[in-house]
């Protein structure tokens, strides 16, 4: 069967935005990508975002992991969004099925890799939803569909804003850190449950936590477990980074209170 057409030419255009991208130099390594991102399910759901007028344009990539992409977007008003894309061929979602096993709010568990892609997006989407109206700094989410999100550009497009990984960081960084961590637990019934320096945005004077798809809520088995694990991320990164900071057994008694 033909390509439709419309199709075609999307991936025309999404193949000459990854020519322009700083992560991908090769030609062979640019189709190969082409093919794992833009499967035809995920190109129908870039062209329903776009018939809902939740995107206009779509540029290229500003982060390449294992499991998704982000795509530098613009919304109908030309205003910059982060376009997440999680790879439909990505395996590692099978070892994502404790974080959502025991979250009441999804129901049953997906039976296969592409149902667990759509709800991982949806379950970042809302989580994304909670923290915000918590009062927790993070990409205002805008739209998804399928395995896309559509969500708050952080930074200077089409550069992405730096992490605390890569930025120097201090005692305020710090302290808004496990602020946000209690401000999670306690506000917004959540756990991170993948709290790092890679997860924190530090860009124009603020910070933002991102990366929320793994959070489940405070009434999840494992949450307390997860919780200790994102303070003891954190405590062992800013230690490293030579601020004194309280242990994590303090940090969970106070978050906790």
Not at 161 to 177: G, I, L, N, P, Y
Not at 212 to 232: I, K, N, Y
Request: proline share 4%; with cysteine; hydrophobic share 40%.
């Amino acid at each position: 069967m033909a390509e439709p057409e419309e199709s075609r030419k999307m991936k025309e255009r999404l193949l000459r935005y990854e020519r322009e991208s700083r992560y991908l130099r090769k030609d062979s390594d640019q189709r190969k990508v082409l093919e794992e991102v833009f499967d035809q399910a995920t190109l129908l759901a870039i062209e329903e975002l776009v018939a809902r007028k939740d995107l206009g344009e779509l540029h290229g990539v500003v982060n390449a992991g294992k499991e998704a992409r982000v795509y530098y977007g613009e919304d109908r008003g030309g205003k910059p969004v982060a376009v997440k894309i999680y790879l439909i061929s990505a395996s590692d979602f099978r070892k994502r099925i404790a974080y959502i096993a025991g979250d009441r709010r999804f129901g049953r568990l997906p039976s296969g890799s592409r149902d667990t892609i759509y709800l991982w997006t949806r379950k970042e989407f809302k989580n994304l939803q909670v923290a915000d109206r918590a009062g927790v700094r993070v990409p205002r989410p805008l739209a998804f569909h399928k395995n896309i999100l559509v969500m708050e550009y952080i930074g200077n497009p089409p550069e992405p804003a730096r992490t605390f990984a890569e930025s120097e960081v201090d005692e305020d960084d710090c302290a808004w850190t496990f602020r946000a961590i209690r401000r999670l637990w306690k506000e917004a019934g959540l756990v991170h449950a993948d709290f790092s320096e890679f997860n924190v945005f530090k860009s124009g004077g603020e910070r933002v936590l991102f990366d929320m798809g793994s959070a489940v809520v405070a009434s999840h088995p494992q949450s307390e477990d997860f919780l200790r694990r994102d303070v003891a991320n954190m405590v062992r990164f800013f230690r490293k980074r030579g601020i004194a900071t309280k242990d994590a057994d303090s940090w969970i008694r106070e978050i906790s209170k």
